[in-house]
């Protein structure tokens, strides 16, 4: 191994690490491939492997600013990541973030609020299922990965139909400290981004597109020379087993979170199901986000 190597695996996440927000649709694929992690990552991500994310509508448009306060009052990596996951959990279960002055009342109706209201009255026993997964969840638990380690690779995609230009919603926003949040994914709200104009043609004629977080991180490290990052991954938690059945999907998300965390085998409960109405099925073809 070069020492530029070294250097790089020797680098340790600080207050000035860039944080990568994802708020596009999620799901682990049994047929992705494992990789090797070309950075080093803190995953934060808000739901168990298995379990929906029901988002709440003011989170995304409140991190620019949630980041930005939170990098002036802590001092490490470790702090501020601690300090995102309370305001994050807060924001879910009250609609207080005390880091943004939000009002002190416990009356918002918030995200976990409105599915447990929802869970009562739901028929749809899938439906049922995940919004129950989703209220038993264990919220924003940090995967932590060292450059060269073994990943599990997830897929996500945003939709035509989706693409509301909503600043923060399906997106993968990346904040580097002190410069303008960059949108990394190229939609179709950004389309003029593309370098040529059948580039442009081919993004118009897509309905979805479609990444894995192998090619998330690839981009971070190619295209913006980051070899740290923290990532706050708001996308669902869904899976997708080669084989449908309840006992397979127990199983693949017990090897999902072994790779996660190979310590003890397990983060988190491994008995929840692959999802019902919120996961996003594709219907027509799925083209790679290009790396430009």
Not at 20 to 46: D, K, Q, S, Y
Not at 48 to 66: E, F, H, Q, R, V
Not at 93 to 104: D, E, F, N, V, Y
Not at 131 to 160: D, P, T, W
């Amino acid at each position: 191994m070069n020492n530029r190597m070294n250097n790089r695996m020797n680098n340790r996440m600080n207050i000035d690490t860039p944080i990568l927000v994802i708020t596009t649709h999620g799901v682990w694929r049994e047929e992705n491939p494992h990789f090797t992690m070309p950075v080093n990552m803190n995953l934060m991500r808000a739901s168990s492997t298995g379990a929906p994310n029901y988002l709440y509508d003011k989170i995304p448009g409140s991190l620019a600013k949630l980041v930005k306060e939170k990098r002036k009052t802590t001092r490490t990596s470790k702090s501020l990541i601690k300090s995102l996951q309370r305001e994050l959990i807060s924001i879910d279960k009250t609609g207080c973030c005390s880091a943004l002055s939000c009002a002190a009342s416990l009356n918002a109706e918030t995200a976990i609020a409105q599915v447990k209201n929802a869970n009562k009255e739901e028929t749809d026993e899938e439906e049922k299922k995940d919004q129950h997964n989703f209220i038993s969840s264990h919220a924003y638990n940090l995967v932590i990965k060292r450059m060269g380690e073994n990943m599990v690779n997830k897929s996500y995609e945003i939709h035509k139909h989706d693409d509301s230009g909503i600043k923060q919603d399906n997106r993968m926003m990346l904040y580097i400290n002190g410069k303008t949040p960059i949108d990394i994914l190229t939609t179709w709200q950004n389309d003029v981004l593309q370098s040529t104009p059948a580039d442009n043609v081919k993004m118009r004629n897509r309905d979805v597109i479609d990444t894995t977080l192998e090619n998330i991180l690839d981009i971070l490290f190619d295209k913006y020379h980051i070899d740290n990052i923290i990532i706050i991954d708001l996308s669902c938690n869904l899976t997708e087993p080669i084989i449908d059945t309840e006992r397979n999907k127990r199983q693949f998300i017990r090897n999902i979170n072994q790779t996660l965390n190979p310590n003890n085998g397990t983060i988190e409960s491994s008995s929840l199901s692959s999802g019902g109405k919120t996961r996003f099925k594709k219907e027509n073809e799925i083209t790679k986000l290009e790396n430009n």
